[in-house]
Structure formats: structure tokens, C-alpha cells
């Protein structure tokens, strides 16, 4: 229904729906690259789903035990969230 509404809002909420799904099949490798995929140039408006898709990343990577890079990607969620219009 969002690629017929051609709707990138939509579509990335309903793609990180999809992520939530591989994640309680236990299938968290391909939850990331779902995520990652689904990632993208973001205006002003969209920023709040990109700090979601980076910390859902990080959590990701807790759970495969990459703790260092998990730090990162919580880290630029982190900043996201700040500079988004749903910190506000």
C-alpha cells in the first residue's frame, strides 16, 4: 500500500515493522541489513525514524555481541534524536 500512495514515510515505518517481525524469530542478522537497507538521505521531517533505525541497530549489534560498534551506532542515535523534531 505505501509504494501505491508512493509514500517513503510509510514505507520506512512499515519496512522497521518488518524488522521487529525478524527480530522475534530470533533472526537478528537479517533485522540489521532490513534496517540498514531501509536507511537513507532523510529531510527534517523524516529524521525521527533514522534515529530509531540507527538505535534499533545498535541493539542489533548488542545482541550479536559487537559491543564496539553498537557504541557507535547508539551514539549516532543518540545525536539524531537530539537534532530531530521528535526530541522537541
Do not use: K
Request: net charge positive; glycine share 10%; charged share 25%.
Amino acid at each position: 500500500m505505501a509504494r501505491q500512495l508512493d509514500d517513503g514515510r510509510l514505507r520506512a515505518l512499515a519496512g522497521l515493522g518488518r524488522a521487529y517481525v525478524l527480530q522475534w524469530q530470533d533472526r537478528i542478522l537479517e533485522a540489521m541489513v532490513d534496517v540498514g537497507r531501509r536507511r537513507g538521505p532523510c529531510d527534517a521531517a523524516q529524521t525521527c525514524g533514522e534515529a530509531r533505525a540507527l538505535y534499533m541497530i545498535g541493539w542489533y549489534l548488542i545482541q550479536l555481541g559487537d559491543h564496539q560498534e553498537a557504541a557507535h551506532f547508539s551514539s549516532r542515535a543518540s545525536m539524531a534524536y537530539r537534532e530531530s523534531l521528535c526530541a522537541a
